[in-house]
Protein backbone atom coordinates (compact mmCIF):
# COMPACT_ATOMS: atom_id res chain seq x y z
CA UNK A 1 0.00 0.00 0.00
CA UNK A 2 1.08 3.48 -0.72
CA UNK A 3 0.08 6.98 1.36
CA UNK A 4 -0.52 8.83 -2.62
CA UNK A 5 -3.78 7.27 -3.35
CA UNK A 6 -6.22 6.04 -0.78
CA UNK A 7 -8.71 4.81 -3.27
CA UNK A 8 -6.37 2.23 -4.29
CA UNK A 9 -6.35 0.40 -1.03
CA UNK A 10 -8.01 -2.82 -2.06
CA UNK A 11 -11.07 -3.74 0.47
CA UNK A 12 -13.77 -5.02 -1.48
CA UNK A 13 -13.59 -8.52 0.63
CA UNK A 14 -13.70 -6.07 3.15
CA UNK A 15 -16.92 -3.66 2.49
CA UNK A 16 -18.41 -7.23 1.32
CA UNK A 17 -18.32 -8.98 4.68
CA UNK A 18 -19.62 -5.29 6.20
CA UNK A 19 -22.71 -5.97 4.99
CA UNK A 20 -23.16 -9.44 5.75
CA UNK A 21 -21.75 -8.15 9.23
CA UNK A 22 -24.86 -5.26 9.36
CA UNK A 23 -27.13 -8.26 8.31
CA UNK A 24 -26.72 -10.61 10.51
CA UNK A 25 -25.35 -8.35 13.90
CA UNK A 26 -27.07 -5.64 14.93
CA UNK A 27 -24.56 -2.53 14.40
CA UNK A 28 -22.03 -4.96 12.51
CA UNK A 29 -19.59 -5.85 15.73
CA UNK A 30 -20.01 -7.23 18.73
CA UNK A 31 -18.91 -4.06 20.34
CA UNK A 32 -19.82 -0.47 19.20
CA UNK A 33 -16.31 0.44 19.55
CA UNK A 34 -15.57 -1.65 16.59
CA UNK A 35 -18.53 -0.82 14.64
CA UNK A 36 -17.51 0.42 11.18
CA UNK A 37 -19.19 3.38 12.03
CA UNK A 38 -16.20 4.20 13.83
CA UNK A 39 -13.78 4.64 10.72
CA UNK A 40 -13.53 6.35 7.65
CA UNK A 41 -16.54 5.40 5.20
CA UNK A 42 -15.53 2.19 2.75
CA UNK A 43 -12.36 1.81 5.07
CA UNK A 44 -13.14 -0.39 7.67
CA UNK A 45 -11.11 -3.50 7.21
CA UNK A 46 -12.36 -6.95 8.47
CA UNK A 47 -9.38 -8.77 10.16
CA UNK A 48 -8.59 -12.13 9.28
CA UNK A 49 -5.32 -13.07 11.49
CA UNK A 50 -2.88 -10.84 13.31
CA UNK A 51 0.63 -12.19 15.01
CA UNK A 52 2.71 -9.73 17.25
CA UNK A 53 1.66 -5.92 16.80
CA UNK A 54 0.20 -6.42 13.19
CA UNK A 55 -3.17 -7.75 11.44
CA UNK A 56 -4.33 -8.31 7.94
CA UNK A 57 -7.63 -8.20 6.68
CA UNK A 58 -9.26 -10.15 4.73
CA UNK A 59 -7.74 -8.35 1.67
CA UNK A 60 -4.48 -9.40 2.33
CA UNK A 61 -3.37 -6.19 3.68
CA UNK A 62 -0.85 -5.52 6.44
CA UNK A 63 -1.26 -3.20 9.52
CA UNK A 64 0.77 -2.15 12.25
CA UNK A 65 -2.19 -2.27 15.05
CA UNK A 66 -2.37 -0.15 18.21
CA UNK A 67 -5.32 -0.61 20.47
CA UNK A 68 -5.14 -4.24 19.56
CA UNK A 69 -8.83 -5.67 21.16
CA UNK A 70 -9.81 -2.60 22.13
CA UNK A 71 -6.24 -2.65 24.80
CA UNK A 72 -7.31 -6.60 25.53
CA UNK A 73 -4.34 -7.55 23.85
CA UNK A 74 -1.30 -5.67 25.49
CA UNK A 75 1.27 -9.05 24.63
CA UNK A 76 0.69 -8.69 21.06
CA UNK A 77 -1.37 -11.43 18.93
CA UNK A 78 -1.06 -15.14 19.54
CA UNK A 79 1.98 -14.34 21.93
CA UNK A 80 4.23 -17.89 22.67
CA UNK A 81 3.85 -18.04 26.54
CA UNK A 82 -0.10 -17.51 26.35
CA UNK A 83 -1.05 -19.76 23.42
CA UNK A 84 1.37 -22.56 24.50
CA UNK A 85 -0.45 -22.04 28.41
CA UNK A 86 -3.89 -22.08 26.80
CA UNK A 87 -2.94 -25.26 23.93
CA UNK A 88 -1.95 -27.06 27.52
CA UNK A 89 -5.64 -27.20 28.89
CA UNK A 90 -7.33 -27.66 26.18
CA UNK A 91 -7.63 -31.33 25.26
CA UNK A 92 -7.96 -31.77 29.12
CA UNK A 93 -11.29 -29.87 28.80
CA UNK A 94 -12.67 -26.91 29.78
CA UNK A 95 -15.56 -26.69 31.94
CA UNK A 96 -17.11 -29.49 34.36
CA UNK A 97 -19.73 -29.65 36.89
CA UNK A 98 -17.74 -28.64 39.75
CA UNK A 99 -14.75 -26.17 39.75
CA UNK A 100 -11.03 -27.51 38.70
CA UNK A 101 -7.95 -26.95 40.28
CA UNK A 102 -7.09 -24.42 37.32
CA UNK A 103 -9.24 -21.58 39.72
CA UNK A 104 -7.27 -21.96 42.81
CA UNK A 105 -4.24 -21.81 41.00
CA UNK A 106 -5.86 -18.87 39.09
CA UNK A 107 -6.55 -16.88 42.25
CA UNK A 108 -3.44 -17.68 43.78
CA UNK A 109 -1.73 -15.86 41.22
CA UNK A 110 -3.75 -13.14 40.88
CA UNK A 111 -3.67 -12.47 44.99
CA UNK A 112 -0.23 -12.68 44.39
CA UNK A 113 0.18 -10.08 41.96
CA UNK A 114 -2.33 -7.89 42.95
CA UNK A 115 -1.46 -8.16 46.64
CA UNK A 116 -4.24 -5.33 47.86
CA UNK A 117 -7.17 -7.60 47.32
CA UNK A 118 -7.52 -10.50 49.46
CA UNK A 119 -10.29 -12.40 47.76
CA UNK A 120 -11.30 -12.62 43.69
CA UNK A 121 -13.55 -14.21 41.84
CA UNK A 122 -13.47 -14.51 37.77
CA UNK A 123 -15.91 -13.66 35.05
CA UNK A 124 -15.66 -12.96 31.15
CA UNK A 125 -16.18 -9.81 30.57
CA UNK A 126 -15.56 -6.09 32.73
CA UNK A 127 -19.47 -4.83 33.13
CA UNK A 128 -20.38 -8.23 34.49
CA UNK A 129 -17.03 -7.38 37.17
CA UNK A 130 -18.03 -3.46 37.60
CA UNK A 131 -22.34 -4.41 38.17
CA UNK A 132 -21.25 -6.85 40.40
CA UNK A 133 -19.23 -4.69 42.33
CA UNK A 134 -22.01 -2.52 42.40
CA UNK A 135 -24.80 -4.76 43.76
CA UNK A 136 -22.22 -5.62 46.30
CA UNK A 137 -21.64 -2.16 47.73
CA UNK A 138 -25.43 -1.53 48.08
CA UNK A 139 -26.15 -4.89 49.46
CA UNK A 140 -23.05 -4.37 52.54
CA UNK A 141 -24.49 -0.62 52.64
CA UNK A 142 -27.75 -0.89 52.22
CA UNK A 143 -28.01 2.41 50.29
CA UNK A 144 -29.23 2.67 47.17
CA UNK A 145 -27.49 5.05 45.08
CA UNK A 146 -24.50 4.96 43.15
CA UNK A 147 -21.81 7.67 42.29
CA UNK A 148 -19.76 7.24 39.35
CA UNK A 149 -17.12 9.64 37.87
CA UNK A 150 -18.79 12.17 35.29
CA UNK A 151 -15.25 12.16 33.78
CA UNK A 152 -14.71 8.53 32.11
CA UNK A 153 -16.78 7.39 29.39
CA UNK A 154 -17.90 3.75 30.13
CA UNK A 155 -18.42 1.61 32.82
CA UNK A 156 -20.54 -1.21 31.98
CA UNK A 157 -23.49 -2.25 29.87
CA UNK A 158 -26.00 -2.23 32.59
CA UNK A 159 -28.77 -0.61 33.34
CA UNK A 160 -27.02 1.76 36.48
CA UNK A 161 -24.24 3.04 34.04
CA UNK A 162 -25.86 3.22 29.93
CA UNK A 163 -29.11 5.29 31.33
CA UNK A 164 -26.44 7.82 32.09
CA UNK A 165 -25.50 7.76 28.68
CA UNK A 166 -26.79 9.44 25.41
CA UNK A 167 -28.10 5.75 24.56
CA UNK A 168 -30.13 5.14 27.31
CA UNK A 169 -33.60 3.70 25.19
CA UNK A 170 -34.98 1.09 27.16
CA UNK A 171 -34.24 1.79 30.26
CA UNK A 172 -36.38 3.42 32.70
CA UNK A 173 -36.07 6.66 34.34
CA UNK A 174 -36.31 5.34 38.18
CA UNK A 175 -33.07 3.61 37.66
CA UNK A 176 -31.27 6.32 36.19
CA UNK A 177 -32.34 8.22 38.50
CA UNK A 178 -30.18 6.43 41.44
CA UNK A 179 -27.17 6.88 39.47
CA UNK A 180 -25.17 10.18 40.45
CA UNK A 181 -22.08 11.90 39.06
CA UNK A 182 -18.86 13.58 40.48
CA UNK A 183 -15.69 15.00 38.95
CA UNK A 184 -12.26 13.60 38.62
CA UNK A 185 -10.50 15.28 40.85
CA UNK A 186 -12.46 17.53 42.89
CA UNK A 187 -12.71 15.89 46.78
CA UNK A 188 -14.52 19.21 47.34
CA UNK A 189 -17.36 18.78 44.74
CA UNK A 190 -17.48 15.02 45.94
CA UNK A 191 -17.97 15.60 49.33
CA UNK A 192 -20.91 17.93 48.56
CA UNK A 193 -22.68 15.19 46.67
CA UNK A 194 -21.87 12.89 49.27
CA UNK A 195 -23.33 15.33 52.12
CA UNK A 196 -26.47 16.50 49.65
CA UNK A 197 -26.96 12.29 49.35
CA UNK A 198 -26.31 11.79 52.73
CA UNK A 199 -26.75 7.82 53.90
CA UNK A 200 -27.71 6.98 50.03
CA UNK A 201 -24.48 6.40 48.34
CA UNK A 202 -23.50 2.98 48.18
CA UNK A 203 -20.17 3.40 46.51
CA UNK A 204 -17.76 5.74 44.80
CA UNK A 205 -16.73 4.05 41.13
CA UNK A 206 -14.16 5.38 39.01
CA UNK A 207 -10.75 4.40 37.03
CA UNK A 208 -8.20 5.77 39.19
CA UNK A 209 -6.17 7.76 36.97
CA UNK A 210 -7.79 10.36 35.03
CA UNK A 211 -9.55 9.67 31.46
CA UNK A 212 -8.27 6.74 29.72
CA UNK A 213 -9.94 8.06 26.65
CA UNK A 214 -9.82 11.28 24.33
CA UNK A 215 -11.41 14.05 26.50
CA UNK A 216 -14.12 16.45 24.46
CA UNK A 217 -12.21 19.26 25.70
CA UNK A 218 -9.63 20.58 24.02
CA UNK A 219 -6.88 20.96 26.64
CA UNK A 220 -6.26 17.82 28.83
CA UNK A 221 -5.84 18.45 32.91
CA UNK A 222 -2.83 16.43 32.72
CA UNK A 223 -0.57 15.27 29.66
CA UNK A 224 -0.21 11.89 31.60
CA UNK A 225 -3.31 11.60 33.45
CA UNK A 226 -1.75 10.60 36.84
CA UNK A 227 -3.73 11.90 39.55
CA UNK A 228 -2.83 15.06 41.59
CA UNK A 229 -1.25 13.65 44.93
CA UNK A 230 -3.34 13.26 47.91
CA UNK A 231 -6.35 12.49 45.55
CA UNK A 232 -6.88 9.01 45.49
CA UNK A 233 -6.10 9.13 49.84
CA UNK A 234 -8.86 12.02 49.65
CA UNK A 235 -11.65 9.54 48.76
CA UNK A 236 -10.48 6.81 50.17
CA UNK A 237 -10.99 8.88 53.25
CA UNK A 238 -14.50 10.42 51.95
CA UNK A 239 -15.26 6.97 51.57
CA UNK A 240 -14.50 5.99 54.94
CA UNK A 241 -16.16 9.03 56.72
CA UNK A 242 -19.59 8.63 54.74
CA UNK A 243 -19.77 5.09 55.18
CA UNK A 244 -19.39 4.03 51.19
CA UNK A 245 -17.48 1.54 49.11
CA UNK A 246 -14.86 2.52 47.00
CA UNK A 247 -14.35 0.54 43.88
CA UNK A 248 -11.75 1.09 41.45
CA UNK A 249 -11.85 0.23 37.84
CA UNK A 250 -8.94 -1.18 36.51
CA UNK A 251 -10.03 -2.46 33.37
CA UNK A 252 -7.54 -0.55 31.59
CA UNK A 253 -5.23 0.51 33.86
CA UNK A 254 -4.92 -3.38 35.28
CA UNK A 255 -0.99 -4.26 34.46
CA UNK A 256 -0.67 -1.36 32.16
CA UNK A 257 0.10 0.78 34.94
CA UNK A 258 2.08 -1.62 37.08
CA UNK A 259 1.19 -5.46 37.29
CA UNK A 260 -1.48 -4.79 39.93
CA UNK A 261 -2.65 -1.90 38.71
CA UNK A 262 -2.78 2.04 39.64
CA UNK A 263 -3.55 0.84 43.00
CA UNK A 264 -0.38 -1.30 43.16
CA UNK A 265 1.35 2.36 41.53
CA UNK A 266 -0.39 4.76 43.41
CA UNK A 267 -0.21 2.80 46.87
CA UNK A 268 -4.42 3.17 47.56
CA UNK A 269 -6.40 0.54 48.40
CA UNK A 270 -9.65 0.38 47.20
CA UNK A 271 -12.54 -1.83 48.90
CA UNK A 272 -13.36 -3.08 45.20
CA UNK A 273 -11.73 -3.90 42.26
CA UNK A 274 -12.18 -4.60 38.55
CA UNK A 275 -9.86 -6.50 36.38
CA UNK A 276 -9.77 -7.44 32.17
CA UNK A 277 -8.15 -5.96 29.23
CA UNK A 278 -5.37 -6.97 29.25
CA UNK A 279 -5.78 -9.97 31.95
CA UNK A 280 -6.18 -12.71 29.32
CA UNK A 281 -4.38 -11.26 26.03
CA UNK A 282 -7.42 -11.37 24.05
CA UNK A 283 -9.10 -14.39 26.12
CA UNK A 284 -12.10 -13.34 27.79
CA UNK A 285 -11.72 -13.57 31.31
CA UNK A 286 -12.49 -10.41 33.84
CA UNK A 287 -12.24 -10.48 37.53
CA UNK A 288 -13.75 -8.48 40.98
CA UNK A 289 -11.32 -8.66 43.75
CA UNK A 290 -11.72 -6.99 47.29
CA UNK A 291 -11.45 -7.11 51.11
CA UNK A 292 -12.61 -10.42 52.16
CA UNK A 293 -15.41 -8.86 54.61
CA UNK A 294 -16.74 -7.60 51.83
CA UNK A 295 -16.59 -10.36 48.76
CA UNK A 296 -17.12 -13.07 51.19
CA UNK A 297 -21.13 -11.61 51.27
CA UNK A 298 -21.23 -13.55 48.10
CA UNK A 299 -20.06 -16.73 49.36
CA UNK A 300 -21.33 -19.25 52.22
CA UNK A 301 -19.43 -18.03 55.19
CA UNK A 302 -21.11 -15.46 56.82
CA UNK A 303 -24.31 -15.05 58.65
CA UNK A 304 -25.98 -12.38 55.78
CA UNK A 305 -28.58 -12.38 53.51
CA UNK A 306 -26.57 -14.14 50.59
CA UNK A 307 -25.85 -11.89 47.72
CA UNK A 308 -26.04 -12.72 43.98
CA UNK A 309 -22.47 -11.73 43.27
CA UNK A 310 -21.08 -13.81 40.01
CA UNK A 311 -22.37 -17.33 39.08
CA UNK A 312 -21.65 -17.74 34.79
CA UNK A 313 -21.32 -21.13 33.39
CA UNK A 314 -18.27 -19.91 31.88
CA UNK A 315 -16.56 -17.42 34.31
CA UNK A 316 -13.92 -20.48 34.98
CA UNK A 317 -13.29 -21.51 31.78
CA UNK A 318 -9.77 -23.79 31.89
CA UNK A 319 -8.15 -21.72 29.19
CA UNK A 320 -9.21 -18.58 30.18
CA UNK A 321 -7.57 -18.95 32.98
CA UNK A 322 -4.45 -20.02 32.01
CA UNK A 323 -3.87 -17.41 29.87
CA UNK A 324 -4.57 -15.37 32.75
CA UNK A 325 -1.92 -16.75 34.49
CA UNK A 326 0.37 -16.70 31.57
CA UNK A 327 -0.02 -13.04 30.98
CA UNK A 328 0.23 -12.35 34.93
CA UNK A 329 3.68 -14.34 34.86
CA UNK A 330 5.07 -12.89 31.66
CA UNK A 331 4.27 -9.67 32.99
CA UNK A 332 6.19 -9.73 36.79
CA UNK A 333 9.06 -11.78 34.69
CA UNK A 334 10.01 -10.05 31.70
CA UNK A 335 9.24 -6.41 32.79
CA UNK A 336 6.21 -5.77 30.11
CA UNK A 337 4.83 -2.31 31.78
CA UNK A 338 8.47 -0.99 31.62
CA UNK A 339 8.22 -1.97 27.72
CA UNK A 340 4.80 -0.94 27.51
CA UNK A 341 6.36 2.52 28.86
CA UNK A 342 8.95 2.63 26.57
CA UNK A 343 7.53 2.08 23.71
CA UNK A 344 5.19 4.37 24.42
CA UNK A 345 7.41 7.06 25.22
CA UNK A 346 9.36 6.65 21.67
CA UNK A 347 5.97 6.69 19.78
CA UNK A 348 4.25 9.61 21.67
CA UNK A 349 7.56 11.93 20.92
CA UNK A 350 7.82 10.70 17.35
CA UNK A 351 4.36 11.51 16.71
CA UNK A 352 4.40 15.02 18.92
CA UNK A 353 7.93 15.92 16.31
CA UNK A 354 5.80 14.69 12.75
CA UNK A 355 2.57 17.01 14.18
CA UNK A 356 5.31 20.10 14.93
CA UNK A 357 7.29 19.12 11.58
CA UNK A 358 4.36 19.73 9.78
CA UNK A 359 3.26 22.95 11.24
CA UNK A 360 -0.12 20.51 12.79
CA UNK A 361 1.26 20.35 16.51
CA UNK A 362 -1.66 22.22 18.13
CA UNK A 363 -4.58 19.97 16.39
CA UNK A 364 -2.68 16.56 16.49
CA UNK A 365 -2.63 15.96 20.20
CA UNK A 366 -1.19 12.77 21.87
CA UNK A 367 -2.31 12.45 25.20
CA UNK A 368 -2.15 9.90 28.06
CA UNK A 369 0.08 7.54 30.01
CA UNK A 370 2.74 5.97 27.73
CA UNK A 371 1.01 2.83 28.35
CA UNK A 372 -2.12 4.22 26.96
CA UNK A 373 -1.52 6.76 24.40
CA UNK A 374 -4.87 8.27 23.14
CA UNK A 375 -5.05 11.46 20.65
CA UNK A 376 -7.68 14.39 19.76
CA UNK A 377 -7.77 16.11 16.51
CA UNK A 378 -8.70 19.28 16.98
CA UNK A 379 -9.70 21.72 14.16
CA UNK A 380 -8.87 25.47 13.58
CA UNK A 381 -10.25 26.65 16.49
CA UNK A 382 -8.58 23.88 18.64
CA UNK A 383 -11.65 22.17 19.10
CA UNK A 384 -12.41 18.23 18.68
CA UNK A 385 -13.51 17.47 15.46
CA UNK A 386 -14.78 14.21 14.15
CA UNK A 387 -14.30 15.52 10.54
CA UNK A 388 -10.48 15.93 11.22
CA UNK A 389 -10.41 12.55 12.66
CA UNK A 390 -11.24 11.24 9.67
CA UNK A 391 -9.05 12.98 7.16
CA UNK A 392 -6.20 11.63 10.26
CA UNK A 393 -7.53 7.91 10.25
CA UNK A 394 -7.84 7.70 6.24
CA UNK A 395 -4.34 8.30 5.94
CA UNK A 396 -3.03 6.35 8.76
CA UNK A 397 -5.20 3.46 6.88
CA UNK A 398 -3.53 4.06 3.64
CA UNK A 399 -0.38 4.18 5.17
CA UNK A 400 -0.85 0.64 6.78
CA UNK A 401 -1.39 1.89 10.34
CA UNK A 402 -4.78 0.76 12.53
CA UNK A 403 -5.06 3.63 14.86
CA UNK A 404 -8.38 4.29 16.77
CA UNK A 405 -5.99 5.34 19.21
CA UNK A 406 -1.93 4.92 20.11
CA UNK A 407 -2.33 2.37 22.95
CA UNK A 408 0.92 0.31 22.50
CA UNK A 409 1.56 -3.65 22.52
CA UNK A 410 5.11 -5.16 23.98
CA UNK A 411 5.19 -6.98 20.27
CA UNK A 412 6.11 -3.35 18.50
CA UNK A 413 9.45 -2.95 17.88
CA UNK A 414 11.41 -0.02 16.48
CA UNK A 415 11.15 -0.43 13.41
CA UNK A 416 6.97 -0.52 13.54
CA UNK A 417 7.33 3.03 15.18
CA UNK A 418 9.66 4.06 13.00
CA UNK A 419 6.98 3.23 10.02
CA UNK A 420 4.25 4.84 12.11
CA UNK A 421 5.87 7.97 12.67
CA UNK A 422 6.69 8.42 9.10
CA UNK A 423 2.85 7.77 8.09
CA UNK A 424 1.81 10.00 10.83
CA UNK A 425 3.94 13.14 9.07
CA UNK A 426 2.05 11.92 5.91
CA UNK A 427 -1.07 12.41 7.36
CA UNK A 428 -0.27 15.63 9.52
CA UNK A 429 0.58 16.87 5.93
CA UNK A 430 -2.62 17.02 4.49
CA UNK A 431 -4.05 18.13 8.11
CA UNK A 432 -2.37 20.72 7.41
CA UNK A 433 -3.23 21.97 4.10
CA UNK A 434 -7.42 21.05 5.27
CA UNK A 435 -6.51 23.66 8.50
CA UNK A 436 -5.25 25.86 5.73
CA UNK A 437 -8.12 26.10 3.56
CA UNK A 438 -10.61 25.59 7.08
CA UNK A 439 -12.68 23.00 6.01
CA UNK A 440 -11.38 18.79 5.71
CA UNK A 441 -14.53 17.98 3.72
CA UNK A 442 -12.33 17.05 0.52
CA UNK A 443 -10.40 14.74 2.46
CA UNK A 444 -13.28 12.63 3.86
CA UNK A 445 -13.94 10.38 1.01
CA UNK A 446 -17.73 10.34 2.93
CA UNK A 447 -19.28 10.92 6.09
CA UNK A 448 -17.05 11.43 9.25
CA UNK A 449 -16.76 8.80 12.09
CA UNK A 450 -18.79 9.25 14.45
CA UNK A 451 -19.22 9.31 18.82
CA UNK A 452 -19.75 5.68 20.12
CA UNK A 453 -22.11 6.98 22.44
CA UNK A 454 -25.36 9.01 20.25
CA UNK A 455 -29.05 9.14 20.85
CA UNK A 456 -29.35 8.08 17.08
CA UNK A 457 -27.90 5.91 14.18
Same mark, same amino acid.
Given at each position: ???????????????????????????????????????????????????????????????????????????????????????????????????????????????????????????????????????????????????????????????????????????????????????????????????????????????????????????????????????????????????????????????????? =???????? !??? +? #? %???? *?????? &??????????????? =???????? !??? +? #? %???? *?????? &???????????????????????????????? *????????????????????????????????????????????????????????????????????????????????????????????????????????
Amino acid at each position: MTTEDIESLPLTRSRQANERLHALIPGGAHTYAKGDDQYPENLAPVISHGRGAHVWDVDGNRYVEYGSGLRSVSLGHAHPRVIEAVRRELDRGSNFVRPSLMEVEAAERFLATVPTAEMVKFTKNGSDATTAAVRLARAVTGRPRVAVCGDQPFFSVDDWFIGTTPMSAGIPTATTELTVTFPYGDLAATEELLTRHHGEIACLILEPTGRTEPSPSPQPRSGTTDPTPGYLAGLRRLADRHGCVLIFDEMITGCRWSEA =GAQGLYGV !VPD +L #S %TFGK *ALGNGF &AVSALAGRRELMERG =GLRHSHDR !VFL +L #S %TTHG *AETHSL &AAAMAVQATYTEEGITAQLHALGERLAAGVRD *AAASMGVGDHVVVRGRASNLVFATLDENRQPSQQYRTLFLRRLLAGGVLAPSFVVSSALDDADIDRTVEVVAQACAVYRKALDAADPTPWLGGRPVKPVFRRLP
